[in-house]
């Protein structure tokens, strides 16, 4: 049996030599989750044995790393904003950028919300219509609308997808964090009902002949209907910002990630179906990542 050094020494070779720049880090982040321990305890005690069990399942996630297996994928989680989600390979993983669409969102909810009644005073009277509605469309994991009612417990949360695999990972991030919210296998709007005064997505934005040039673990891992935009990148934000305002209340948002060279399409595409008030904010390395506007 081998030692937690030697496996620490043979995990950050063998993710070396497959080009992995992470490899130190990644190494002991697997045996981590392996043993149930963290680094500190391994430092400590890198001469007890392994088990032959734990050896081979710390070796087959090495092996799976180096074939460029999702690093997520392999824990099963993924960390966003202040709280951490259930992956696998039926949703995309989130993202660091993806947060500056939950902080846009947040700032909108922060002036809404002291004119609603809050989650308790909701549950004494049934489900309140004086309640701030959000949709997540294209919600995947479901890591965008769970984070604002997290921050916001008092807006009642709708999450669609449609793939009923994505919104079983949904499900599960709900009973994770304790947060109500009703899921719908949708089509874009085609099953959802009712009006909102916020609707947040992340829908798939790239260009259909650039998914091949992406990273291994993007392309070869990652659900292809999460990513595919159609030719421009494009398709999803011409259907969402069309049918957008049969299901918005007057003054209510629409939110949007975007790529970095999508900004001026997309507040053009928004112009053009009356939404004012458009902004655009940049993510943490300076790229425009978020485009919002209300009726």
């Known amino acids: 049996m081998a030692t937690i050094r030697e496996l620490l020494t043979l995990g950050k070779e063998k ?42 399942k710390y070796l087959n996630l090495i092996e799976r790393r180096c074939a460029h297996a999702p690093l997520q994928y392999l824990l099963g989680y993924a960390h966003f904003m ?45 489900k309140s219509e004086n309640s701030v509605q959000v949709l997540d469309l294209c919600c995947g994991t479901g890591c965008i609308g769970i984070s604002l009612k997290l921050y916001h417990q008092g807006i ?54 650039v998914i091949d040039t992406l990273m291994p673990e993007v392309k070869d891992h990652e659900p292809l209907l999460a990513l595919d935009g159609g030719e421009d990148g494009l398709d999803f934000y011409r259907k969402i910002t069309m049918q957008a305002p049969e299901y918005l209340n007057t003054g209510g948002w629409l939110l949007f990630e975007i790529g970095y060279n999508q900004k001026e399409a997309v507040l053009q595409i928004m112009k053009a179906q009356g939404f004012k008030d458009i902004a655009v904010k940049t993510d943490y390395a300076g790229l425009d990542r978020v485009v919002y506007g209300h009726l």
Do not use: W
């Not at 982040?29 to 088990?51: D, I, K, P, Q, R």
């Not at 202040?82 to 039926?90: A, G, M, S």
């Open 82 to 126: 202040d709280y951490t989600f259930y992956v696998n390979e039926n949703v995309l993983i989130p993202r660091n950028d993806t947060e500056i669409l939950v902080e846009c969102a947040n700032k909108i909810l922060g002036d809404m919300t002291g004119n609603f009644s809050t989650e308790t005073e909701q549950e004494e009277k049934g």
């Open 15 to 56: 993710l070396e030599s497959s080009g992995n720049e992470y490899a130190k880090y990644e190494r002991k982040v697997l045996l981590e989750e392996v043993l149930g321990c963290n680094y500190m305890y391994m430092l400590m005690n890198g001469e007890e044995e392994v088990s032959g069990g734990k050896e081979k």
């Open 156 to 209: 009642a949360l709708t999450l669609a997808d449609v793939s009923k695999e994505a919104l079983e990972v949904t499900k599960r991030n709900l009973e994770k964090h304790d947060v109500k919210g009703e899921l719908i296998c949708s089509s874009l709007f085609q099953k959802i009902t009712g009006k909102m005064d916020m609707i947040v997505s992340n829908p798939p934005y790239i260009e259909s002949r």
